[in-house]
């Protein structure tokens, strides 16, 4: 029987070197690049024929759409319509990947703290950078709250600077810890199930616990999915909300 955590390697489906580093494709490159297809073929064909009286397919693109939008409107104001794109695309991708490890024999990329690590240092940067864009030195404010005794503010500021550092790995490590242990446990039960079932008549009515127990994983790591990704996103409109207006 396999290991649980013999679902998470990565293995290379073409080799490629650059300058000595290995860039192979990979069986996680690949889901990545299968999501972003489906997710494409889906926004696309959703939004093709714009109807007055929109269809399904429509329906779901513009729920998706309001959604997003009401998120940023609420977590970063008026301002954050510029960066509509940014955060729609981080959630669907996001919402994608997840979704995609649920399929059997799929690739649960989010599994991988690297990649997530990846995404969560580009948003960091990236709005570190529009936060000193925005406000110059006064985004150093973020740092040293109003209203702080000056006895006290050294303090607040050297764990408001170690909270603001470590804003990327409790970023990743949330998102690769949910979903790298809900797959190990449904993995876990699924051999529980092969098990039982190997041992005769006996072994497959004792084997009806874990396969019900497996349906509600399933369950639950679906929602998980979709709840990973929105606050991934809604993290991320919080980050920027803090760099446009650190003084509130």
């Known amino acids: 029987m396999a290991s649980p955590i013999e679902q998470f390697n990565i293995k290379p489906i073409a080799h490629f070197e650059l300058a000595g580093i290995d860039v192979s494709f990979t069986n996680s490159s690949l889901w990545m690049v299968i999501v972003v297809a489906l997710l494409s073929l889906f926004l696309i064909g959703g939004t093709r024929k714009s109807a007055s009286v929109p269809g399904r397919w429509q329906v779901m693109v513009e729920l998706m759409y309001s959604f997003i939008a009401g998120m940023i409107r609420d977590n970063v104001g008026k301002e954050g319509k510029q960066y509509f794109p940014f955060i729609f695309t981080l959630f669907v991708f996001v919402l994608g990947l997840n979704l995609a490890g649920m399929v059997p024999y799929a690739f649960t990329v989010t599994s991988h703290i690297a990649v997530n690590f990846a995404m969560a240092a580009f948003i960091f940067i990236g709005v570190t950078?529009?936060?000193?864009?925005?406000?110059?030195?006064?985004?150093?404010?973020?740092?040293?709250?109003?209203?702080?005794?000056?006895?006290?503010?050294?303090?607040?500021?050297?764990?408001?600077?170690?909270?603001?550092?470590?804003?990327?790995?409790?970023?990743?490590?949330?998102?690769?810890?949910?979903?790298?242990?809900?797959?190990?446990?449904?993995?876990?039960?699924?051999?529980?199930?092969?098990?039982?079932?190997?041992?005769?008549?006996?072994?497959?009515?004792?084997?009806?616990?874990?396969?019900?127990?497996?349906?509600?994983?399933?369950?639950?790591?679906?929602?998980?999915?979709?709840?990973?990704?929105?606050?991934?996103?809604?993290?991320?409109?919080?980050?920027?909300?803090?760099?446009?207006?650190?003084?509130?």
Request: glycine share 8%; hydrophobic share 60%.
């Open 129 to 248: 950078l529009v936060g000193f864009a925005k406000n110059g030195a006064g985004y150093l404010k973020l740092f040293a709250p109003s209203g702080v005794p000056m006895w006290l503010l050294p303090m607040i500021v050297l764990i408001e600077l170690i909270s603001y550092c470590t804003r990327p790995i409790s970023l990743s490590v949330r998102l690769f810890a949910n979903m790298l242990a809900g797959h190990i446990m449904m993995k876990v039960f699924a051999g529980f199930i092969l098990s039982l079932a190997a041992a005769g008549a006996v072994g497959m009515v004792g084997a009806v616990l874990p396969f019900t127990v497996n349906v509600l994983l399933t369950g639950l790591e679906i929602l998980v999915a979709c709840l990973q990704a929105y606050v991934f996103t809604i993290l991320t409109c919080i980050y920027l909300n803090d760099a446009m207006h650190p003084a509130h």
